[in-house]
């Protein structure tokens, strides 16, 4: 990780090249030279201010005169909140906009006690609030030690947070890498443990919910023999004293499972085999399934549904690369993967369309309402966000900059080797398996 100079520097660095930018955009939009000393005989007038809308901390510029470029003289306000005045040219003003600022009028106080005067934008500014990154549940100790503890979200501990999957009540489960499958409550913001890993799965990889949630399934990466669980399945509970999902049953056997997914509108089961690269159909009817094409063999991967059902992403995660495969509704099956992004075998970091774009060991993945697939690009230590078309920005984090922090998405947020993610279509919210960082995080308006 950077040392902590070194991101100081940068800092620095960055707000002189926006100090930079500021004073040229100011002399750019106005080339009238105007006075540049304040006159209190002479009226403040705002004529313009850019942009009209915005989130906190963006650059705001204020047109008008009679500002003057003493800045102890000068202040900016948006909705009565003061926002950072960093240079004045006496007709363009330069700040940032104050957070949470809400919609209200832009005005500009110039002079000092009885020669002060105020004057006032016509058109109101409109504050767009920011995504943030926070920390929802989590905490290590002084020793840098966490283990799994159940409790209320602050005093709740994770050992390898791994896969997420919300449930239509909006409460969270979680698989720890390895040791079991967990709950968080988000009504009664409580964690709870619900099996711990043992009896034949001992490595569930990933998850999956079916149509309408009733059923949770598991898909268990196993090496010891054909006959060892590849997916099993646990049910909601009809009695309300015990906890859902907590006993499974096995469905499928074989070696080497690690991803799946149900179809969201006919709750077909699919999954894969990594040790070969085979991807398979469950057959609820005959109890077995059937292979419907290879893809790569030998690295783990994800397979995760869009939510209209039109097509699934196949996450490769040693390829560092995705695949799109559509779903044939007349056969039930999906179709031969394509790959959407990403170039198959080479690791990196390059944000741009299709096969121009690199990931290092992609994980899970998840849609929002408009079929925009959010990816933990895990060595990275970032979030991606891959459009329909393929595509790819970085969407949270910084790369090379990897630790724990919250704050603003890319300017502040920190992950370490984030690896599960899930998208909460009721709140517009993502909540995240931050998995060194023993940590649930939460990407939300701020």
């Known amino acids: 990780m950077e040392t902590h100079l070194n991101v100081k520097w940068k800092q620095w660095y960055l707000l002189v090249l926006l100090l930079i930018l500021g004073v040229v955009g100011c002399k750019d939009d106005k080339d009238e030279d105007n006075s540049t000393i304040y006159d209190p005989s002479v009226p403040v ?5 850019t942009p009209e809308a915005a989130a906190g901390g963006a650059q705001f510029l204020v047109y008008g005169s009679n500002f003057g470029t003493d800045l102890s003289k000068i202040k900016v306000t948006v909705n009565d909140k003061e926002a950072v005045l960093i240079n ?10 104050p957070k949470k600022a809400g919609v209200g009028p832009v005005k500009v106080t110039v002079g000092l006690n009885e020669s002060a005067q105020e004057a006032v934008a016509e058109k109101e500014f409109e504050y767009v609030p920011s995504l943030v990154v926070k920390t929802l549940t989590g905490h290590i100790d002084i020793d840098g030690n966490s283990t799994i503890k159940d409790g209320s979200f602050e005093d709740a501990q994770f050992q390898a947070p791994y896969w997420l999957e919300i449930d239509d009540e909006d409460n969270i489960y979680l698989l720890e890498d390895q040791q079991g499958l967990r709950k968080l409550n988000m009504k009664d913001r409580t964690v709870t443990t619900i099996w711990r890993t043992g009896s034949g799965v001992n ?3 990933s998850m999956a919910f079916n149509a309408d949630h009733s059923k949770l399934y598991f898909f268990n990466d196993q090496d010891n023999s054909d006959e060892g669980v590849a997916v099993a399945v646990a049910e909601r509970s009809n009695d309300p004293s015990k906890e859902d999902f907590a006993s499974w049953v096995t469905v499928a056997r074989m070696k080497s499972c690690c991803g799946g997914d149900v179809h969201p509108e006919t709750s077909d089961l699919f999954f894969n085999r990594w040790n070969g ?3 398979y159909k469950w057959d609820f009817d005959r109890k077995d ?9 030998g690295f783990n991967s994800g397979l995760m549904f869009a939510p209209s059902g039109k097509f699934a992403y196949i996450v ?8 799109r495969a559509n779903f044939d509704y007349a056969t039930g099956r999906l179709m031969q993967p394509y790959i959407l992004c990403g170039s198959k075998g080479k690791k990196g970091y390059v944000d741009g ?28 230590n970032l979030i991606r966000k891959v459009e329909p078309s393929g595509q790819v920005t970085t969407f949270a984090g910084r790369q090379y900059e990897w630790g724990w922090a919250d704050g603003d998405l890319r300017k502040e947020a920190r992950f370490d080797r984030p690896h599960g993610i899930a998208y909460n279509k009721h709140t517009g919210e993502f909540y995240i398996a931050d998995k060194n960082n023993k940590r649930i995080r939460i990407i939300t308006k701020e």
């Open 316 to 323: 490769s995660m040693g390829h560092h690369c995705i695949y």
């Open 45 to 49: 007038e705002i004529t313009s201010f």
């Open 353 to 380: 369309p299709g096969s121009k774009a690199m990931f290092d060991e992609p994980q899970q993945g998840c849609f929002d309402d408009d079929d925009n697939f959010y990816v933990c690009d895990q060595s990275n």
């Open 88 to 97: 004045s040219n006496g007709s363009c003003l330069y700040c940032f906009v």
């Open 277 to 279: 690269g085979e991807y």
């Open 203 to 205: 490595h569930p990889r």
């Open 289 to 297: 399934k059937d292979q419907i094409f290879r893809l790569d063999n």
